[in-house]
């Protein structure tokens, strides 16, 4: 399932464009976010965390696999 970042933000009580704003730098993300996101999306906060710093846990979620997909162009260079 993809949501948009209207929806993530809608679930998390967020004002529009945060995470538009997160994503382009204008503002800072907070861990206590990440790990809300994380629970919109289902998925643990620490495959947020591995598929942004680009570490491969031995066991995944299926929901990984799409955190990953979602991710991939914001991560920061190897």
Known sequence: MRLSNRKVERAM???DSYLSRVFSGAIALRVSHVVE???VLNVE???VFAVAFRHMPAAHSSAYELVRV???????PA
């Open 45 to 47: 906060p620490e495959e």
């Open 37 to 39: 996101i994380a629970r």
């Open 13 to 15: 009580g967020l004002s």
């Open 70 to 76: 979602a991710l991939q162009d914001l991560r920061p």
